[in-house]
């Protein structure tokens, strides 16, 4: 892949999407989701092909700019020439999640409930008759709604046919879970929009501090 596919995205697209991205990696280092340079944030540009920004590898995420993003193509792997900086390892689940899902924004943080969940239920966290649901696109009861647990590996290709495995999509009857858990590292969340995948993060967030607290 050459810079080419960068050069299809004006430079203000771009600064747009890192500074909404800034703001956003901002809001999570408050809450102490994102300590010591971990987790990354990514919003796609363009779909055909796929192109995302996320946010640059190594850097304190409640000091980014509208620059510190990187773009990637669809397996994840930097695409303009002139940018030295490596995209995180991470990247190719976000181009995956972008792609098998058709979402615009997806969030990875490493907050601490999440992590604690993954290791108590590994099955996967089930929830039920809980107002909060609805903030995930389900139904508050009489329903059971299960966020997926996989285990943790370096490989973002192992990483992607683990989350081909508990993904399911929305159908007419059950949405789909938005959000999913890796064992000892942290957890994805992702939506049509920004605001919808941080109403995801917060929620999903929220219901896994419910079931440590509760259980």
């Given at each position: 892949?050459?810079?080419?596919?960068?050069?299809?995205?004006?430079?203000?697209?771009?600064?747009?999407?890192?500074?909404?991205?800034?703001?956003?990696?901002?809001?999570?280092?408050?809450?102490?989701?994102?300590?010591?340079?971990?987790?990354?944030?990514?919003?796609?540009?363009?779909?055909?092909?796929?192109?995302?920004?996320?946010?640059?590898?190594?850097?304190?995420?409640?000091?980014?700019?509208?620059?510190?993003?990187?773009?990637?193509?669809?397996?994840?792997?930097?695409?303009?020439?002139?940018?030295?900086?490596?995209?995180?390892?991470?990247?190719?689940?976000?181009?995956?999640?972008?792609?098998?899902?058709?979402?615009?924004?997806?969030?990875?943080?490493?907050?601490?409930?999440?992590v604690i969940?993954?290791?108590?239920?590994?099955?996967?966290?089930?929830?039920?008759?809980?107002?909060?649901?609805?903030?995930?696109?389900?139904?508050?009861?009489?329903?059971?709604?299960?966020?997926?647990?996989?285990?943790?590996?370096?490989?973002?290709?192992v990483e992607?046919?683990?989350?081909?495995?508990?993904?399911?999509?929305?159908?007419?009857?059950?949405?789909?879970?938005?959000?999913?858990?890796?064992?000892?590292?942290?957890?994805?969340?992702?939506?049509?929009?920004?605001?919808?995948?941080?109403?995801?993060?917060?929620?999903?967030?929220?219901?896994?501090?419910?079931?440590?607290?509760?259980?």
């Open positions: 892949m050459t810079t080419l596919l960068a050069e299809r995205i004006s430079d203000a697209k771009v600064r747009e999407g890192g500074r909404i991205l800034a703001a956003e990696a901002a809001r999570f280092s408050g809450y102490g989701w994102m300590r010591g340079t971990s987790g990354n944030l990514s919003i796609v540009l363009d779909r055909e092909p796929l192109l995302l920004a996320v946010t640059a590898s190594g850097l304190d995420k409640s000091e980014l700019t509208e620059r510190d993003v990187v773009l990637i193509d669809a397996d994840g792997q930097a695409v303009d020439v002139n940018d030295p900086r490596p995209p995180s390892a991470e990247a190719g689940l976000h181009a995956h999640i972008a792609a098998r899902t058709g979402a615009q924004a997806i969030f990875h943080v490493h907050a601490i409930d999440p969940a993954g290791d108590r239920w590994p099955d996967g966290v089930e929830f039920r008759d809980l107002e909060m649901l609805k903030g995930i696109g389900h139904p508050a009861h009489d329903a059971t709604v299960s966020i997926p647990v996989i285990p943790n590996h370096q490989d973002m290709r992607a046919a683990r989350f081909d495995e508990v993904y399911q999509r929305a159908t007419t009857q059950t949405p789909e879970v938005p959000v999913l858990i890796i064992a000892g590292h942290g957890m994805y969340a992702w939506g049509k929009d920004i605001p919808s995948a941080r109403r995801h993060l917060e929620i999903a967030e929220w219901l896994l501090r419910y079931a440590i607290a509760s259980r």
